[in-house]
């Protein structure tokens, strides 16, 4: 059982119509190019972000906690974050689930290739995992990079992926940031999420059983 105290507010319209949460998962992907001696960037520089509303509803999704160090019980992941215009491109996986002592475990991975000076990189740095515990969700703020450098040394990309919480007290810094898909673990969905046709990468998330 979930033991979490928290303060609901309705968002104003322009967020999520009325939903209640307590607060927010932030999520943030940053594409930095490095440059050429030219002066001409290394690919698209891109800062883009997602939220995620800590509704009510949203925490019961998490019904069942670990059975054994292999089923982990419910779990919340979101994925995403590949250029729509490079097939292949860097993209990260993020999944939380409780543990036997009432903490949350957390994991948050990337994978991916990048093109720099017409080279396609696939072995980026650091390979390993980002990974946390923590006991409460509001001290979640958590980051993982990956680096792509040339051979020559003149230009490569950094890929950065972060969560965090947010509080509903902070929500009006939110308001232009899209909110992303959820599924339940049956794959009904939980909120629609906002229109990422427009976006120039997108992200989706869903409950399911580990």
Excluded at 37 to 52: C, E, L, M, R, T
Aim: with cysteine; hydrophobic share 35%.
């Amino acid at each position: 059982m979930l033991l979490l105290l928290f303060n609901f507010i309705v968002l104003p319209p322009s967020t999520y119509a009325d939903v209640e949460t307590n607060g927010f998962l932030l999520i943030k992907v940053d594409r930095y190019p490095y440059r050429y001696k030219d002066g001409q960037a290394n690919g698209p520089f891109v800062q883009q972000s997602f939220k995620v509303p800590l509704t009510a509803e949203f925490m019961a999704q998490f019904k069942h906690g670990p059975i054994s160090h292999v089923r982990m019980g419910t779990g919340f992941y979101c994925g995403g974050g590949n250029l729509k215009t490079d097939e292949g491109s860097t993209g990260f996986t993020w999944w939380i689930h409780r543990t036997a002592d009432n903490r949350w475990s957390i994991n948050m991975w990337g994978a991916g290739s990048e093109t720099a000076e017409g080279v396609k990189l696939d072995s980026p740095y650091p390979t390993a995992s980002q990974y946390m515990k923590i006991k409460e969700l509001q001290g979640l703020d958590m980051g993982y990079q990956l680096s792509f450098a040339a051979r020559s040394g003149g230009s490569g990309m950094n890929v950065s992926f972060e969560v965090k919480y947010v509080s509903a007290q902070d929500a009006k810094t939110l308001e232009a940031i899209p909110v992303a898909p959820v599924q339940k673990t049956d794959r009904s969905m939980l909120f629609k999420g906002d229109d990422q046709r427009e976006l120039p990468l997108v992200i989706s998330c869903g409950f399911q059983e580990g």
